[in-house]
Structure formats: structure tokens, C-alpha cells
């Protein structure tokens, strides 16, 4: 997180001409963490927004997960009663 981040695209320039500006860096690279705190700031709605696409994926992931170890362990207990 505390990367500097390249400007190599029109929204990544934008966004990093106006960290910098605001938040006036002492060696002027402008990081990860950096544009993080200005958001939540400026645009706490678009970090809540990414928060929550993030935390239903990691939930439904874990779903996903238990299920999987239920089919194995289902298979397991299967085979043991064949043999």
C-alpha cells in the first residue's frame, strides 16, 4: 500500500494530480494508502461500495468453501464404507 502509484492512464493522472495536491507528499510520490485516505474523505461512498462488493465475494467464497469440504468429506466417508 505504500507503493507509489504510475500515472499511466488519464484516471490514474487525475487522480493522482489531485492527491498530491491535497495531500502534498514530502518526496511527492503519491500512494496507494495516500489516495485510500483521500477518498474516504472525498468519496466515502465509492470505498463503502468496493467494501461491500468485497465482503459479499469473500462470504460467498466461504460458502462456496464449506460446501466443497462437505461433497469431499462426503466422498471420503463413501469410499470408507465401500472398503
Keep these: 500500500m505504500n507503493e507509489q ?3 499511466d ?9 489531485f492527491v498530491g ?10 500512494t496507494i494508502d495516500h489516495i485510500t485516505e483521500v477518498f ?6 465509492f470505498l463503502l461500495k468496493l467494501a461491500e462488493e468485497n465482503w459479499i ?3 460467498t ?7 466443497f469440504v462437505k461433497n469431499e ?5 463413501v469410499t470408507e464404507e465401500l472398503n
Excluded at 492512464?9 to 494530480?17: H, M, Q, S, Y
Excluded at 468429506?73 to 466417508?77: D, E, G, P, R, T
Design 57 to 59: 465475494n469473500g462470504y
Design 40 to 45: 474516504s474523505e472525498e468519496f466515502p461512498e
Design 21 to 30: 495536491n491535497k495531500i502534498n507528499p514530502e518526496n511527492d510520490e503519491v
Design 61 to 67: 467464497q466461504a460458502l462456496n468453501d464449506v460446501d
Design 73 to 77: 468429506m462426503k466422498k471420503q466417508n
Design 5 to 7: 502509484v504510475n500515472n
Design 9 to 17: 492512464t488519464p484516471l490514474k493522472d487525475l487522480i493522482v494530480d
